[in-house]
């Protein structure tokens, strides 16, 4: 996807998108996973998804670099006052993912000599 969409290569497309990511998935997975035998009944299991979901979105938001979270704060925000709701997790998910791709976008462009 990176080479064909993005135009860059695969390393540049981590070093600006999915290394934060991949840390906080590394994180969740070293804290969370020990307690997987704990979550044999379904409120434990539920709880554990609860844990692990807050403390993921905590690790990637304390990885986010200050423009990606000045960004964020300012669309969560716009979109509460739009519609006089607070975005939902799933909504501020898409967003910090639209910011990442969109960010890799801009900066993959190089300026041109001559038009095509």
Wanted: with cysteine; proline share 7%.
């Amino acid at each position: 996807m990176s080479r064909r969409i993005l135009e860059v290569p695969f390393s540049r497309f981590f070093s600006q998108s999915l290394w934060r990511p991949s840390i906080a998935a590394a994180l969740l997975l070293s804290v969370i996973f020990p307690f997987h035998d704990m979550a044999l009944p379904w409120p434990k299991f539920f709880a554990l998804v609860g844990i692990g979901g807050i403390f993921y979105c905590a690790a990637a938001w304390a990885l986010l670099d200050a423009d990606d979270r000045w960004m964020a704060k300012k669309v969560m925000r716009g979109a509460s006052k739009r519609r006089g709701l607070t975005p939902s997790f799933v909504e501020r998910r898409a967003l910090l993912s639209i910011n990442s791709f969109l960010n890799a976008r801009i900066f993959s462009r190089r300026p041109r000599l001559r038009p095509k």
